[in-house]
């Protein structure tokens, strides 16, 4: 197993495995770029809708907006890990094609939901791990 991990982190320069990380970033950049915008217009819903007018709305799009900034900076790892998650196939392709041709003839996909559910399940566990550890 460990000489797996060294010949894995020796092909982290391929261009396959790039690719996986720009997506990634990109894709998990994305997703909060576009939480922003949501979550100002959610809470400034929810200011009016509560009876607030003016600078009430604007105040809770502003705190909503930071707190979207502030989970973002605390966040990134856990998003970005399920984001490489749903392309890590990708990864295991290109690693099992130099180092394992024989094995990558018999490879199976896996499918959109398990892939999901195997993402979503990877960012938990760092965001169970390291929430109770943050002040440490």
Known sequence: ML???IL???QLDDRPVWS???KSFAVTVALFAALGPLC???ARRAAGWAGGTGWWQELAGAVAVLAVVLGAWLLFRAVAVAVIGMFGDQIVRAVEARHYPDRLASARDVAFLPSLRMA???AARAIGVNLPLAPV
Request: glycine share 0%; no cysteine.
């Open 40 to 42: 100002w217009w959610l």
């Open 120 to 122: 979503i399940a990877s």
């Open 20 to 22: 996986v990380m720009l």
């Open 8 to 10: 894995s982190l020796r």
């Open 3 to 5: 000489n797996a991990l």
